[in-house]
C-alpha cells in the first residue's frame, strides 16, 4: 500500500517553462549570447540551473564566466518564477485527494531550494507536505537517491510504501537509486521513449491517472 508519494517540481507539478525562458533570454540578452527557444531550455531543464546555463552559453565559453551566467541567471528566475508559472490542469485537485485519503506528499527538486518553496508556497497554500526539498549545498542532486532517502526517513515509510512521480529520467533514476517504484509523467519536459527507457514503472498520461492507480 502507498503511504507517500514523492512529486518532482518542474514538469511535473508546475508548468515553469515559460518562466524559466524568460529568465533564460534575459540572462543571454545581458551577457550578450544569442537568445534561446523554449526547446532549448527544456532539453536543458531538471538537473538544476547550472547545468541548464553549461548547455545553453555558446561552445568553448570558460569556466569561469559559465559560473557567472549561471548566478546571474540564478538570481534573474528567482525575480521572474512566479509571473506564468501554474500548476498543471487537475494537480491540485490530485493534491487534495490524496492528502484527504492521509496519503503523505513532498516535493523532491533539483531546482534551488529558497526558489522551490516560493513556488510551492504560491501555488499549493492549501497543501500540506512532509517536506519541501530544493537543491541544498549539503545533499547532492538528483540522480542521487540521498533527498529520496531523507524525506522517506521523514514520512516514517518504507521505500516499498512509497511511489516517486517525475517527469524526466533523472527522476526515474532517482526513483530507482532509492528502491522507490517511478511513475512517469507525460504532460513534462519530456517523452514517452525517455521515460521507458530510463526504467519508469508506470506512466501517466493526466494527473488524475495516479488517483486511479493508488486504488488498484
Not at 525562458?21 to 536543458?44: C, I, Q, S, W, Y
Not at 494537480?91 to 531550494?113: H, P, Y
Request: proline share 4%; with cysteine; hydrophobic share 35%.
Amino acid at each position: 500500500m502507498i503511504k507517500g508519494v514523492i512529486f518532482d517540481l518542474d514538469g511535473t507539478t508546475l508548468y515553469t517553462l515559460d518562466d524559466l525562458h524568460h529568465a533564460v533570454n534575459l540572462t543571454m540578452r545581458h551577457f550578450g549570447f544569442p537568445e534561446k527557444t523554449p526547446d532549448e531550455v527544456r532539453a536543458g531543464v531538471g538537473n538544476g540551473f547550472q547545468k541548464l546555463i553549461d548547455a545553453i552559453v555558446p561552445e568553448g565559453t570558460k569556466e569561469e564566466k559559465r559560473k557567472k551566467v549561471g548566478l546571474y541567471y540564478r538570481d534573474i528566475y528567482r525575480e521572474n518564477c512566479c509571473i506564468d508559472t501554474k500548476p498543471y490542469e487537475g494537480m491540485k485537485e490530485v493534491l487534495k485527494i490524496l492528502q484527504k485519503n492521509g496519503i503523505q506528499l513532498a516535493i523532491n527538486s533539483n531546482k534551488s531550494d529558497n526558489t522551490t518553496k516560493i513556488l510551492i508556497g504560491k501555488c499549493f497554500p492549501d497543501i500540506s507536505f512532509t517536506e519541501v526539498m530544493g537543491a541544498r549545498e549539503d545533499i547532492p542532486r538528483k540522480p542521487d537517491p540521498t533527498g529520496a532517502q531523507m524525506i522517506l526517513d521523514l514520512m516514517k515509510i518504507s521505500k516499498e510504501e512509497a511511489l516517486y512521480v517525475g517527469d524526466s529520467d533523472t527522476d526515474m533514476l532517482t526513483g530507482k537509486n532509492a528502491g522507490i517504484r517511478t511513475a512517469g509523467c507525460l504532460w513534462g519536459y519530456r517523452d514517452l521513449k525517455t521515460l521507458k527507457e530510463s526504467g519508469a514503472d508506470i506512466i501517466l498520461s493526466r494527473p488524475e491517472e495516479l488517483l486511479n492507480y493508488l486504488n488498484e
